[in-house]
Each structure stands twice: as C-alpha cells, then as structure tokens.
Antibody, heavy 123, light 106 residues
Framework: QITLKESGPTLVKPTQTLTLTCTFS??????????VGWIRQPPGKALEWLALIYWNDDKRYSPSLKSRLTITKDTSKNQVVLTMTNMDPVDTATYYC???????????????WGQGTLVTVSS | SYVLTQPPSVSVAPGKTARITCGGN??????VHWYQQKPGQAPVLVIY???DRPSGIPERFSGSNSGNTATLTISRVEAGDEADYYC?????????FGGGTKLTVL
C-alpha cells in the first residue's frame, strides 16, 4: 500500500522561504519510472501543479513558478522536499504530494495523494 | 500554455447520467486523467489514460476522449458522487489541470 504525508510549517511570513517534506512508503524512488509530484490548491480554488521529480532525478517545474521552486529527493529516507522562495499571501493553499509513474516513457497520473497540508502566508 | 476548460458546475438527478467535459486544443491526441475531490479530502484518481478505471472505482465511471473534448461520464449517479472533478493532461513536459467542475446531485 502506497502512502504519502506532507509536513512543514502551517504559517509563513511574506518573503520567507517555504520548505515542505513529503514522506512516503510503499514504493521506492529508485525504481524506474517512479516519481513524486507536488500540487497545491488555494482555498475554494482549483488544483495547480508545482513540480515533479523522477527516480532518475529528472525534475519538472511549473513554468509560471519555476524561478521560485526547487525539488529534491532523498531516496534513503523516502522523502521528497519542495522549497518555494519569496512567499506571498496568494501562495496560501493546501499543498499535496502525490505518487506518479511514467509508463513506457509517457508521463502519467497522480495516484495516490497525500492528505495535504494547509500553509498560510501572513505577517 | 495549454488550457483545459471545464464547466464550473453540472447538476444531475439521482439515477441519471452525468457528463463532465474537459476541452482543450486537440486534446484527443493526449492522455487525459480524471480526479474526484470531495470536500475536505485529497483528490482521488477515477479515470486514467482517457478511459481506464483504477481498482476500486465503480464501473459507473467511464471516460472518452476525441477531438477537442474529453468526457467523464458517471452513470446511475448516486448522492455520494457529489464532488469536484478535475481533468489533467501533460503538455510540453508540464502538468496541466482543468479548472474543476462541481457535480451537484439534486
């Protein structure tokens, strides 16, 4: 059974850097094709993809947020870390991590998702 | 950037069929995935590769994709199907989500 859980601060101040950790079990990020993505959802709004990292350290970023995001993995700890710089109140959202797999070289879907963590940006 | 367009809301009576569309330029050439999100919960995959169902998802959920429109169809709608539904594709090495559709069961 695959599970993922997000952790990090619930409150950050504007201009600060947010660091979120996704701790997972039931799969290995050293297995070919496997990846972990980050998706966020502002209150009452739609899902927005942020970043994704694959088993081979291939990294993908949302074009609109690329300059502020960094995604890394620690395979030995079964963790993926997302950092987002220069936080703003509009970045207030629930942040999810999710398992993904690339099949036959084709990027796929997110399943399952973590429970999410609400991050509020406020002074 | 690639845009996926979903109707904000769809309403359907119990026992009827709900169809939720996801529009995009030549979306038929892409693989479309669908998620269900109930209030206060994380999204759950209900359809992948246009029309495949993950284990545990009822056969009432089906999908299709052609031309400029992908469709999620829910047959014999139940009260428990009331949720937000999102479509997702990949485009130019980026993930794109639709704006979401709120399904209301009357």
């Amino acid at each position: 059974q695959i599970t993922l859980k997000e952790s990090g601060p619930t409150l950050v101040k504007p201009t600060q850097t947010l660091t979120l950790t996704c701790t997972f079990s039931g799969f290995s990020l050293s297995t070919s094709g496997v990846g972990v993505g980050w998706i966020r959802q502002p209150p009452g709004k739609a899902l927005e993809w942020l970043a994704l990292i694959y088993w081979n350290d291939d990294k993908r970023y949302s074009p609109s947020l690329k300059s502020r995001l960094t995604i890394t993995k620690d395979t030995s700890k079964n963790q993926v870390v997302l950092t987002m710089t220069n936080m703003d109140p509009v970045d207030t959202a629930t942040y999810y991590c999710a398992h993904t797999i690339a099949v036959a070289g084709t990027e796929g879907w997110f399943d399952p998702w973590g429970q999410g963590t609400l991050v509020t940006v406020s002074s | 950037s690639y845009v996926l367009t979903q109707p904000p809301s769809v309403s359907v009576a119990p026992g009827k069929t709900a169809r939720i569309t996801c529009g995009g330029n030549n979306i038929g050439s892409k693989s479309v995935h669908w998620y269900q999100q109930k209030p206060g919960q994380a999204p759950v995959l209900v359809i992948y590769y246009d029309s495949d169902r993950p284990s545990g998802i009822p056969e009432r959920f089906s999908g299709s994709n052609s031309g400029n429109t992908a469709t999620l169809t829910i047959s014999r709608v139940e009260a428990g199907d009331e949720a937000d539904y999102y479509c997702q594709v990949w485009d130019s090495s980026s993930v794109v989500f639709g704006g979401g559709t709120k399904l209301t069961v009357l």
